[in-house]
């Protein structure tokens, strides 16, 4: 996987969402080198990883969504060997959290952005979105997939303050580090469609921070309310204004809560 570091002290790893490459963290990663020994990746099929090697999401594990992200962990493990705290927006948030579920010595620290255990609605988890919407982008995906990753991020930050601002930037970076592999984007919206991490939750031991927009229309604050509830020793933000990149459209803010919760 392609990695960026920078900065010095406390190691601390940021992993993006469906979609995007690590790039989307620039400004984040600029604003805590002073703090923290600060990792941005690729994620196996995105960005400056495509075409590293044949192993992508969902390779040689079909279209189980659970071993899908098992196998994102499984590399994540070997490429980062020291104990370090885990950052993961959106999809990246559920990697991160199977990740501190599976080795909690590995993940000393848990930051969870507009994320949540279960993207898809079910008849016990109306927080969700409707399978048929995400059923829809799969469909799509496979006509154009270009169209319909720029349909899925004024998804993300519909309603947000400063939305037009961030639509432009988002779309500017979409494909700055080349396009995605199309193996990667079809077995990432699968995990968004199936996966279901809510057994995860209690057995979280690590310090987390949870971070929600409070306008999110794809993983509804109430998503992160329910989490902050369920892992033990954790806590909720929720950003005033932001939609689904609150560390995008609201940097200081977020930027506040990071470092005071992992200097505790």
């Known amino acids: 996987m392609h990695v960026e570091s920078v900065g010095s002290g406390a190691p601390l790893l940021l992993i993006h969402g469906w979609g995007m490459h ?7 990663a600029q604003k805590l080198v002073a703090d923290f020994r600060v990792h941005s990746i690729d994620l196996p099929g995105y ?21 899908q992200i098992d196998a994102i962990v499984d590399r994540l493990a070997v490429q980062f060997s020291e104990p ?3 950052c993961g927006w959106s999809l990246g948030g559920q990697i991160a959290l199977r990740w501190a579920a599976r080795e909690p010595d590995k993940v000393r620290r848990l930051i969870l952005v507009a994320s949540t255990p279960c993207f898809a609605e079910r008849e016990d988890w109306s927080f969700g979105m409707e399978k048929i919407i995400l059923e829809k982008f799969a469909v799509e995906l496979e006509q154009n997939h270009a169209a319909t990753l720029r349909r899925f991020i004024s998804l993300q930050l519909r309603g947000s303050e400063n939305e037009r601002e961030l639509l432009a930037l988002l779309r500017e970076r979409l494909f700055s580090r080349g396009e995605p592999d199309m193996q990667a984007l079809r077995a990432g919206l699968n995990v968004l469609r199936d996966a279901d991490l809510r057994g995860e939750l ?9 971070v929600a927009g409070e306008r999110d229309k794809l993983t509804l ?13 954790s806590r909720l933000v929720e950003v005033k204004g932001a939609a689904h990149a609150p560390f995008l459209s609201h940097p200081d803010n977020f930027i506040e809560q990071v470092k005071s919760f992992l200097h505790e």
């Open 22 to 28: 690590g790039g989307v963290w620039s400004e984040v």
């Open 47 to 67: 960005g400056y990883s495509v075409g590293r090697d044949s192993s992508r999401l969902g390779d040689d594990v079909g279209m189980n969504p659970d071993l």
């Open 84 to 86: 370090l705290s885990v």
């Open 202 to 210: 209690s057995g979280i031991t690590q310090p987390t921070l949870v």
């Open 221 to 233: 604050p109430q998503a992160s309310h329910y989490m902050a509830q369920a892992i033990p020793a």
